[in-house]
Every structure is written in C-alpha cells, then in structure tokens.
C-alpha cells in the first residue's frame, strides 16, 4: 500500500494514522469480512441461527417460510378422490395431514364429480378449485397444511413412486413407519412423491379428529356453488314466511322477517339402504337404517319447533325409490323437496359431487338440523354447526369417534 492510499484510508476512517497502524487496521478489517461471508455462506439456506437461548434471524428471506412452515419446493400427489361430498371431504384432508407429516406441499388433487367409485372411467374428475376456493383455502390453513398447482413444480427433479400396502399385514403401525421413512433419507431428496394405490379416505388414521377439523375449516365454497345454495335458502325462507303469515293472521312484518327452516338429511336412497345392511352385520348394531316413517317420527318429537315450520327434506332424487316422502308429516310440519320447491332445475345444471355442495350449504344453514349419526354427511355438517363443541374425545385419532360407524356420540 503506498503513502497516498494510507492517506484516503485514514480520511475515511475520520482520524490520522501512520501507514504501519492503518495497514494493521485494514488486514483486521479484510479478516473480519472475509470470516463474515463464509459465515453467511453457511447458514445461507437456513435464514435462522439458534444458540441456546439465542435465537438470531439472518434475513426475511424465504428460507425463513419454508423452514418454520411447510416446505414449498417439495411436493405430495396422491390419487383421485372419489365417492360422496364428505368422504372426498375426509380424504383430501388425510391427504393434506399425510403431505404435512412429511413436511411437504400437497399438489391440487382432482375430485370426482360422480358417485361411481369403481368404474375408473365413469369417475368424472373435477378439479379441487371448481368446488372449493383455492387461495382462500392456503390462507385460512396458513402455515398449518399447503395446497400447490402442477405449474409450482417448475424443473422437476424426479418423482418417487410411494405405494401404500393394503390388506391385513398393512397395520396402523407398519404405515407410520412408512411416512416417516418417506420423511427422511433418499426419498425425502425427491421434489415428488408421488402415492399410488387405494383412495385416500381408505388410508389409516394417524392425526387427531382436532386436525381434520382444522382443514374442514379451511374448505370454502367457491362463489359460484354458494350462490346457487342462496337461491335454495331464499326460496325455501320466502315459503316460510308466506306460511307464517297465513298461520299469524294480523302478526308485526317484522316478527314475519325471518322464517326458520328445519333441514332433514333424509338418507332413504337406495345405495345407503344397501350399505347400511351391509353395515349393520359387520358392527353388529341395529340403529343403523331408519324407514320414512321412523324419521318422520323423531322429527315430529323435536321439542320447540315451530307452530307451523318448513322442512326441508335433502335427498338424492336420482337414487329415490320413493315418492312419498311428502306425505304422513306430524300437522305443522310442511314437507318440501326439490321439485316441490321448484329448485331441482338448479341441481340438474350440476354433476352430483356439486349438488351434494349445495344441499350441504343449505343444511349448514338451517336452524335446525336433523341428520344421520352413520352419515359422513351429517357428522361433518354438527361437527361444523357446533364449532367442535362435541362431548367425545377430539384428540381421538379415529374418525368414528366423531360419528361414523358409531352410535355413541351426542353434542
């Protein structure tokens, strides 16, 4: 360093030195940086540093956000969900639970807008985001479980093909410890995993009832199903008040405002008939089907229901095999069904899984609800409607602890 150099440091610092004080001072300063950019380097891709007690954040980069949420270069694909609303419901939340135990992004899954589960192609798939809102759901289960596009996947670094055993060998503890080696070691270096097999809603139960519970929360209707569920409750609410006034001759219009409606998930079809046969031998319990006389019965013993009170009956008019239900209803009670209310031209517009959204809207939304304890349907529509205050165990790891396959649950 020669004399004019020593100079335009020693201005730069503020003060005078002599050049053998400012060339020590200048190798300190070089050591120093150099020690700092290969502390950095190291820790370049964690973004946070811990000590003891000492937590130290280097940056708000994005290494931050992966690392203390779920990662968003590394993916989940499992296969197409299928059957009804709420089992796809129950499946694409234990597929949302199986990408965060193995702390990774779940890619869109695609639904089934059919009811046909066994003929692959009569499976109609339909894409998650024409049911449910896509961005609304990542932000209401922000850092909790991640839904990712194909389009995220960008230069792909390979895909690993995960199959999932089946069959009496493949115990609840055997499919645990195949996660959690997916979660580490070679597999885990994959951008994909990709799990092939059996539908998610047959997988096992690994995670408490409280964590579905938090992904049913995040699960919104997009605009265009919620729309046509308003429809269905301003008409059946617009009945209720004609009724009202007919019944309350000279009655305020204010007290005519709002007409409360009961919902009946009347599960009459002929499938659930079938399977709740089925059922009944398998648990051995005997409360499993109910006739429409019997349902008709404890609808009619509900204690506080209105004088005159509008029902709503939710079925599925492509599996009825009866075209009675209207009649035989306790006198106050006013029965009405799709075609009655003439709705049912909105529902036709529809594939089933999309009608099925709308009837749950309008269950969801009824003052009173009057379900199925063995339906998936009504289990998720009480658990939602009373905001998890269930007297059974939420931290239960099995689903039949809230309802299914089980008679043994109040709230």
């Known amino acids: 360093m020669d004399l004019s150099s020593t100079r335009k440091l020693s201005r730069l610092f503020g003060c005078f030195f002599t050049p053998l004080t400012c060339k020590c001072c200048l190798a300190l300063v070089t050591i120093a940086l150099f020690f700092r950019a290969i502390f950095l380097h190291s820790f370049s891709g964690h973004g946070v540093i811990k000590s003891n007690n000492l937590r130290l954040i280097l940056s708000p980069s994005v290494h931050l956000e992966s690392h203390e949420g779920i990662r968003g270069d590394k993916f989940l694909e499992v296969p197409q969900i299928v059957w009804g609303l709420n089992n796809q419901k129950i499946a694409f939340a234990r597929a949302c639970l199986t990408a965060r135990m193995l702390n990774r992004t779940l890619l869109m899954p695609s639904l089934s807008g059919s009811l046909f589960y066994k003929e692959i192609d009569l499976l109609h798939p339909i894409s998650f985001d024409q049911v449910f809102q896509y961005e609304r759901f990542n932000s209401l289960c922000n850092r909790f479980v991640r839904l990712g596009r194909y389009s995220d996947l960008g230069n792909q670094t390979g895909k690993y093909d995960l199959r999932k055993g089946s069959g009496r060998k493949w115990t609840v503890e055997r499919d645990l410890e195949q996660l959690k080696q997916s979660s ?14 059996k539908n998610p809603f047959l997988w096992h139960d690994h995670w408490p009832i409280k964590d579905y519970a938090r992904v049913f929360e995040c699960l919104v209707l997009v605009d265009e199903i919620a729309k046509e569920a308003d429809k ?41 008939m079938i399977h709740c046969k089925k059922l009944k031998q398998r648990s051995r319990i005997s409360q499993i089907c109910s006739s429409k006389q019997e349902i008709m019965k404890r609808v009619g ?12 009956l939710a ?59 063995f339906s998936t349907f009504s289990s998720l529509i009480v658990l939602e409607r009373t905001q998890r205050k269930w007297m059974t165990n939420m ?3 099995n689903l039949k602890a809230i309802s299914y396959g089980s008679n043994a649950i109040s709230c």
């Open 184 to 197: 580490r070691g070679p597999i885990d270096k994959y951008q994909v995993i990709s799990i092939a097999g």
């Open 232 to 272: 269905v409750v301003s008409k059946i609410r617009r009945i209720g008040r004609k009724l009202r006034s007919k019944t309350n001759f000279g009655a305020e219009g204010s007290s005519l405002s709002h007409a409360p409606y009961v919902a009946i998930y009347m599960r009459v079809e002929i499938d659930w």
């Open 301 to 312: 013993n509900i204690v506080g229901l209105e004088s005159t009170a509008i029902v709503y």
């Open 315 to 373: 079925v599925a008019d492509s599996l009825l095999n009866d075209s009675s239900i209207l009649d035989g209803w306790k006198g106050g009670l006013v029965p009405f069904e799709k075609k009655k209310l003439v709705v049912d031209g909105i529902y036709k517009k529809h594939p089933y899984l999309i009608q099925s959204a709308i009837d749950y809207e309008v269950c969801s939304r009824a003052d009173t609800f009057v379900g199925n304890s």
């Open 395 to 397: 931290s239960d790891s």
